[in-house]
């Protein structure tokens, strides 16, 4: 029987990574700037041409892959069947502060990558990280929990009942969008004022306080009483959007990553509990928060997750063989 | 082979029904207030006593009914593995503002049925009410619908891809208690101010104007300024709501049931679309919401479709056996 061999992309907004591996864990992993400019599939072309580049540091030819697992921004639609993306943060025809050389409405991923592809599955970033939590990470065995990643945006992976939800076109997560404040000014990239992300992620943080998320963070640990005080009240949104989950969906466990929580989960963690909570004690009490335990290269390896046979879970999760991974970055 | 029969339990905050059906249909309903005094096991005694009433009025023997289904009114939470109910309008001992003549703070639902049936399934009425809207109703063939009742609580049932959610205590759709409003003092039940429900449920929104929620709609309707512009923001509370759920879950179809909504629907609908509409197309497009179907006995319907077998449901949902069913209402 031939080896079989695995690909994987990581779509960000600003970096793109591609991944080759075989049944002893990531073989080669080759990352590049995200395109934003060209046709409508100059991003799918330049997944192809990465997973070439990947294949070339394995010394595999790209030929012999039939599977690819991607791990991507959203959201998404379909078009003729086939899964796209309409990021705000990559079209710039979807956004109204159009900083982007394109003006891009649909990027037809799916279309493109299955012309050379055989098993092509796309999921949402934190649906891929909340994969790869429920077979290497912080999820493994509990069927009711959510991931989060709390950086320059807000996104969450659900799963309900040992059921990863995807929704109607692969959408599902997208709380980072509710509505939590009727009179902030804060706004999103989406044009909400008042949502989850708007309130609390990195970028809308810095924009609305005019200073460097990282600086009102220190600035906090070191003891300034304002920078607490804004401190307090991010953890009070993000808690609060917590727990509109959990009543929604009768959580037991959420697993936080992304690099604002990476940074200061000490600071942040006693703050957004007791938000958590206070409230419902029918819903909220066992709920428990812990960090994400696969936090920088979860998006790979949650698109490994997607496509890889059942087989190797178990030798994977007992070798952790992506820790000697090494990323070769292209210009 | 015998004849397979089934019970079902409708169990609300004000009155309990047990239904008795065999394949062709239900055979006898018989309903009372739901009791609020005695010992904690005292629901689940009703319970049996009304299901041998039912069975009475059917020509049926109770101990030849192996199989019960239940739509209760929640949280459910667990005791010895078995579920219960620590439901604020039931239990004394949980509520804030006690009205009800008990202390109690569990009720030992399936402990008690179980000593009678040998298969008894419980679920939130929400849920209930979506699986039948699922089977017989509203919702057939839509894998990502939500229930929504807007009545004197809010409640919901939520199903994605096709899978019915229930969470770590069976407790998923709890999302009547989202906060939306930071400043709103208005209460809920549960103790939070300016979640969904007390937003907008018939009981708190009667609190909160300090008029009956029929007056208000009634006045709306004739063209009262003033009462139109209190629709209108329950409407905006309602919709914002309903778009927290879409961008949670990438739900395409709504399905709304519930007394407010069953005698408003006309006028609220426009404003409910409105809000849905107004944000995150990618999220929202084709989002479309109807009124739930079985709406009377719907809670029925969804119990017996609990414990229903499947050869059962193409002929029902042909048939529609519950239209001639008689209710007998005993003191």
Redesign the interface.
């Known amino acids: 029987m031939a080896e079989i061999l695995l690909g994987a992309l990581d779509i960000g907004g600003s970096k793109l990574a591609a991944t080759i591996a075989n049944d002893q864990g990531p073989i080669a992993r080759v990352v590049q700037a995200t395109v934003k400019s060209g046709k409508p599939d100059a991003l799918g072309q330049q997944c192809l041409a990465l997973l070439a580049a990947a294949g070339n540091a394995a010394n595999i030819d790209i030929k012999e892959v039939a599977s690819v697992g991607v791990s991507s921004c ?4 379909h078009q003729d069947g086939a899964i796209g993306l ?1 990021a705000p943060n990559l079209c710039g025809g979807l956004t109204q502060e159009n900083d982007l050389p394109n003006d891009w409405t649909f990027i037809p991923l799916e279309f493109t990558l299955r012309k050379q592809f055989s098993k092509v599955v796309i999921e949402n970033d934190c649906i891929a990280a909340l994969t790869a939590e429920r077979y290497f990470g912080a999820a493994q065995a509990e069927p ?1 929990s959510v991931y989060v990643t709390w950086s320059t945006g807000v996104g ?1 992976g ?1 799963c ?2 040992g ?1 990863i ?11 980072g ?7 902030s000014d804060a706004l999103c990239g ?3 004022r008042g949502d989850l992300e708007a309130l609390v992620s990195g970028r809308n943080l810095a924009k609305h306080y005019a200073r460097a998320a990282e600086d009102i963070f220190t600035s906090a640990t070191a003891g300034d009483a304002a920078s607490l005080n804004i401190v307090k009240d991010l953890a009070k949104w993000f808690g ?1 959007g917590l ?3 959990v ?6 466990c959420i697993l936080v990553g992304g690099s604002v929580w990476r940074h200061h989960a000490e600071l942040l963690s006693p703050f957004v509990e007791a938000e958590i909570h206070s ?2 004690p ?2 909220t009490k ?1 709920v428990t928060l812990r960090s994400a335990e696969l936090d920088d290269l979860v998006a790979d390896i949650g698109a490994l997750a997607l496509v890889m046979p059942e087989s190797w879970v178990a030798d994977w999760r007992n070798r952790q063989p992506w820790i000697k991974l090494q990323t070769i970055a292209l210009d």
């Open positions: 959203g959201p998404f639609a309409v009711n969450f659900l309900v009942d059921h939800l995807r929704g109607k076109h692969g959408n599902a997560g997208h709380a969008h509710i509505l939590l404040s009727e009179f989406c044009g909400n609060r727990y509109n989950l009543t929604t969906l009768d959580t037991r409230r419902f029918a819903l066992g």
